[in-house]
């Protein structure tokens, strides 16, 4: 009895910090795929998700309102920092693009602390501070939501990509960019919806978990090397990678912390990496494209 | 329908194009023979607004589109690009949907079903393989979904850039056969290809460009009989 709700409740908590290292991980995915390149910003749109929900909680009383505004409000920062930052390089090579958010990240923290302070901040859950218990374990009403506004999301990504007509653009511009363009898609305005879908997903993730851990503007290089590890771990530029990735890494961390050391925890993010990196560095689902000539 | 007038273009620092000219005139079938790297490519992307030329003009149906480039791809002018560039990843039938994307984003309009019924049943075999990634097509029939997908946009004007490259020739022939079929039945063709003797036997005029400038134009019948040509691009 005893372990098996350890087992339990250490799997409510992996699939919860899991959902959100899923979510950014896609952001990750959705850039890298219209892009090539690997968008380090992705972290700190993470924090803003949580942070600008704090503020806005003062203005709206619903935590559910002022969340969905700052994701919005986050989404539009996302779309800006394209089209003021990466549009304008000559050469837009993934290379290129990548350091460019390096510094795109760090000028991300430095606004949003000198804009949102250095206190951390917080605010209850969507259903308050309710807790549930089930079959022995007893987790917060917040982690459902989690678990479920990301499903959602996902589910919500998956028929944008599959279905709608922006979605095949956007595959079809990843796929072969100047052949877009030759059917008279607009490259770069696929690659501004990236960033807006990236920053939207990541602010979700950080709108939805500061309840459970509060928001911090420093948390940002965490969250984003989290996120990486997900979707290098799943996939890079594979939907079901972020899924996968973001999962199995939420879980190892949540076991790993218990059977081995919670001082660990950060590390195994690393660790999980590095073996990637050896093992597999197209990830879990990654494989070689579809390509024959 | 085509009319280009003393364009160049290049990349970066060198010229590739210079003052070149040509036209096709309303559902003609016209070919555009050259060497490697004659300019074949580049002029083809600069018609088609992928490329801004550094001088020159390029009319569509009488009016001027030298500074509407992206206005072209999509409304009338539709290009099959070298190498075929199909969406591998994405199915045969999402590459006909994206060839119609102008027609489909932001406004669905309803007669673009139609138009893949009729390529469907221009090639049958893109029918039969619809559900399939179009990477893992054949060369012919990743070259069929290509001149698909251009038809898709409903051009009035159709380049096609090298269609015969690294195909079988019994594939050529089949590919051939649907060009002269689109031609006959009223679409205006210009036609790059390194494979002059497919070329001029399929197009009225022929255009003989040599490092970026038009060396020669005259009737197909006219190039095929024309020694010079014959010892250079037909190996006889
Ligand atoms: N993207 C590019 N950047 C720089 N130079 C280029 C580029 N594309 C082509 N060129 C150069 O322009 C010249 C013409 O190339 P182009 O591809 O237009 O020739 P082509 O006639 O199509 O040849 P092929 O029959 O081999 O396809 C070549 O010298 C080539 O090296
Ligand atoms: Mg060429």
Not at chain 1, 159 to 165: C, D, H, I, L, T
Not at chain 1, 216 to 227: C, I, N, P, T
Not at chain 1, 266 to 274: G, K, P, R, S
Request: glycine share 10%; net charge positive; with cysteine.
């Amino acid at each position: 009895m005893q372990t098996s709700s350890a087992f339990l409740q250490l799997l409510v908590a992996g699939i919860s910090t899991g959902s959100i290292y899923a979510l950014i991980a896609l952001g990750f995915n959705v850039v890298f795929k219209s892009t090539g390149a690997m968008n380090f910003a992705q972290g700190e749109w993470v924090v803003m998700g949580g942070m600008i929900s704090a503020l806005l909680l003062g203005t709206f009383s619903s935590v559910g309102v002022a969340c969905l505004l700052a994701v919005l409000l986050v989404a539009i920062f996302g779309l800006l920092s394209e089209r003021l930052v990466i549009r304008p390089l000559r050469h837009p090579t993934a290379l290129l693009i990548t350091l460019v958010s390096i510094g795109l990240s760090i000028c991300t923290r430095s606004f949003v602390m000198l804009t949102l302070g250095k206190k951390p901040v917080g605010y209850p859950g969507f259903s308050g501070a309710t807790t549930i218990s089930l079959g022995g374990v007893t987790f917060q009403a917040q982690t459902l939501w989690i678990v479920g506004l990301t499903l959602a999301f996902l589910v919500i990504m998956h028929f944008f990509f599959e279905r709608s007509m922006l979605g095949k653009a956007l595959r079809a511009a990843a796929a072969d960019r100047e052949a877009a363009a030759i059917v008279g898609v607009r490259v770069e305005t696929t690659i501004l919806i990236s960033f807006g879908i990236a920053a939207f997903a990541g602010a979700l993730a950080g709108a939805i978990i500061t309840p459970l851990t509060l928001a911090s503007y420093d948390q940002g290089a965490m969250f984003g090397f989290k996120g990486f590890s997900a979707a290098m771990l799943g996939g890079v530029g594979s939907l079901p990678g972020a899924v996968v990735g973001g999962l199995a890494l939420g879980l190892l961390e949540a076991f790993g912390s218990f059977y081995i050391s919670s001082d660990f925890k950060d590390a195994i993010a690393f660790a999980v990496l590095l073996l990637i990196l050896f093992v597999r560095p197209s990830g879990l689902l990654g494989r070689a494209d579809v390509v024959k000539v | 329908m085509l009319e280009v007038n003393d364009l160049s273009a290049g990349y970066g620092n060198t010229q590739v194009l210079h003052h070149v000219s040509l036209h096709v005139a309303p559902g003609q079938s016209v070919c555009l023979i050259g060497a490697n790297g004659a300019g074949k490519t580049t002029l083809m992307r600069c018609i088609a607004g992928l490329l801004r030329p550094s001088a020159g003009r390029i009319a569509i149906s009488d009016s001027d589109m030298t500074a509407a480039a992206s206005a072209r791809l999509g409304f009338g002018v539709a290009l099959v690009p070298e190498g075929r560039r199909v969406f591998a990843p994405m199915s045969v039938r999402e590459n006909l949907e994206m060839g119609a994307f102008r027609r489909l984003w932001p406004r669905r309009d309803r007669t673009v079903a139609g138009d893949m019924a009729m390529v469907f049943d221009l090639f049958p075999r893109l029918w039969e393989r619809q559900k399939q990634p179009a990477g893992l097509l054949s060369g012919g029939e990743q070259q069929m979904l290509a001149i698909g997908r251009a038809l898709m946009s409903r051009p009035r004007l159709l380049l096609l850039d090298e269609p015969s490259m690294g195909l079988a020739p019994r594939v050529v022939q089949e590919i051939f056969v649907t060009i002269r079929r689109l031609n006959a039945e009223g679409m205006s063709i210009l036609l790059a290809e390194q494979n002059a003797n497919m070329a001029l036997r399929s197009a009225a005029r022929g255009y003989v460009l040599a490092e970026g400038e038009i060396v020669r134009v005259a009737e197909s019948s006219v190039l095929v009989s024309d020694p010079s040509v014959r010892a250079a691009y037909l190996g006889l």
